[in-house]
């Protein structure tokens, strides 16, 4: 039974007196979100947490249209997700008070909701108590004081950026020790990457410790998003993370896909799990040449830029562009496979499998790049399910969370995936789960080529009714991507929250890169390979 | 190390031929040409995103791969604007990144040229102009040279983009 998901956990709430309600517009019907009162939610938090469930998302919405008060004023909702690897996710959402618009952080019990806490100070201005971090996040210091970009009374098109502001600070932490010397790197770094800030505290050659500032990317996406409809916004949500389009897009099309309660055509989920595996093998292909060129073994990173060359051909030739955007749609998919492209698809995956299979024994028996990256910055098991550690990254220090089993959605549901389980959560070990991905990933794809089933690939799309949403979890290359949506008035999205893998994972590489000398910083940076885009929005 | 010897010799070289067929012919053999005449045959490009999704960044290390080296007609990326003969600027230029990309031009000596790589570079693609969070265009920023169209650009693309800037 679906439906004892959040019965499970509202429950358990009860069992310690924390009254819960099911908030009927929330769909899909069986994860329906409970309401909790306000002074109850860090407790219930608390409660999460001893229950040891994951922290996914914390996130807020002003009410939409359709639940404006007589007095005019908007209500203010802080929703969270947790997830539990039986009883998989559930959602919470509280109102706040409109006088003091007040939440209490929950930021002692999940470390990983400190950012998005103080996201939800800039975008709103929420006032979160007891917050460890109360400095602005994706808000930088040049912006206006008082601008809450996120609610509705907010109608700036271009902000008036503050010259005079742009020489404040932004607060970093410092070593007052003999010794401790800092080196700031970014926003515009050394190779053809995004932008972010870091600021090394570096004793000697060694890292103490490593701050990251992002936000540099930040598109304003979520607030692009409202007024769209579903069919216009996907492609927006498709380029919410580039390397990951896919994925974005799927957790978008699901998402909306519940809220109406609508489902895709099997085929259609079938050529979406297609896509999703084939990008996280040219993904990951990508990254393992990337991360062995960093160690100046440049002959594994021209090999793997050759495969995934290949890949990218193919995918323009089969989907219509190299990076698969622009694939998926609410609903379905927009293009069809015939029988000659699957078997085009089907002997480039098999081929692409049997070379990196030979490329990873040439890998593993070449000493220079072991000696590089086996032991080199180590996440541990305590710490990663103390952060909530997602995808590869997490499955390497033995927490294994993979939505494709968990929730599995389809086509997840008719086929078996396997999950690599490492432990160690060095660099080495991120390398092996990635290549344990890529071989399991072929033979996904292989599956559900030959059992792809005959029929439709686009189901009629019909929006919702103004205010109901829709939740999704989706396994990108990277991790889980949380996608909510909501629906306003003429079909149109009135609300969008999406939390990339990258928003967890980038506390990761901050805990990996503690004591491990400055020159390997650029390795384990790629090991993780985070997204700002994703993280920024 | 006889392995990565076999692999080598087994893959060979990959590198696309300037042949008839593609259109790296023209194009490789007038790159080629164009900066060794106006750049003494070395082309310095410092790669700036300055608020992109990150799929402009994937092309752009495409150009580098071994089908494409772009290396070999005298192109190569650097890592910092001060050497820089170009400056390839990905994305919509967010309110984020609008003084780092301000900072990054006036860092690259002069003459530069600016190309603008991407829908969203030419006119914030799709994320819109009309968003408080982007300042707005590469050219809104500072002076662009080339546009190259494109969600993301091919390879192939970029590669006509840099020639067409460099033939001024
Ligand atoms: S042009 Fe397309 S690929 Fe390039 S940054 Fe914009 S959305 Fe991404």
Redesign the interface.
Known sequence: MRFAVNTWFAERLGDHGIHSEFLADHHPVHMPCLEIRLHDWEQAAGEARRLEMRMVAVWAAEAGKHDISVSGSRALYVYMAFAHPEHRHALLRTRLRDDTREVQSISGHYISACRMERTLQDMFGIHVRNIPDSRAWIK?E??PEN?H?LRAD?S????S?EPER?AIDYDYVQSSSQGVYEIPVG??H??????GHFRFLAVGEYILNMEERL???????E??MQGRTAEHGI??AA?????T?VGHAWAFAHACEYASNTAAPKRASYLRGILCERERMANHI?DIGAICNDAAFT?MH??M??L??DM?RMHADVFGH??L?DTITPGGVCRDVDAVSCMMLMQQTRTIAAEVE??R??YA??PSIQERVIGAGTVCIADARDIGLLGFAGRASGDYPDERIEEAYPPYDDVEVRVAEGKLGDVATRIWVRFEEIADSARIIGQLLETLPEGDIQAAWIPPESGVSGFAAIESWRGEIAAWVRFGEGGCIDRYFVRDPSAINWLGLELAVRTVPVPDFPLVNKSFNC???GH?L | ML??LH??FK?GT?TEPLSESNQLEILGTQLEQAVRKHFKGSLAIR????????????????T????YDIERFGVH?T???RFADMLLVT??V???????LKM?YDATPAPKLVVAMGDCAAHC????C??????GAVADIIPVDVIIHG??P?PTDIIQGVLKAIQG
């Open positions: 930088h040049h912006w601008v970009p907010f700036v098109t271009r902000m950026v742009n926003p515009v050394a190779g053809i990457i995004e932008p936000g540099y990317v930040h598109k304003g996406i607030k692009a492609r927006l380029r919410v993370s580039g390397d389009t990508g002959f021209m090999q830029q050759r995934r060359e990218a190299r990076l955007m030979h490329l024994s040439i028996d070449h997204s700002y885009a920024d | 392995r990565i692999q080598i893959i990959v790669a700036v995103d300055a608020g992109s999704c990150n799929g402009c960044e994937l092309e752009v290390h495409a580098n791969n071994p089908y990326f890592a910092s604007p994305g919509p967010s309110c984020n990144m609008e003084t780092a990054t693609g799709v994320f819109g009309d968003n408080y969070a982007v300042a969600c993301p091919t």
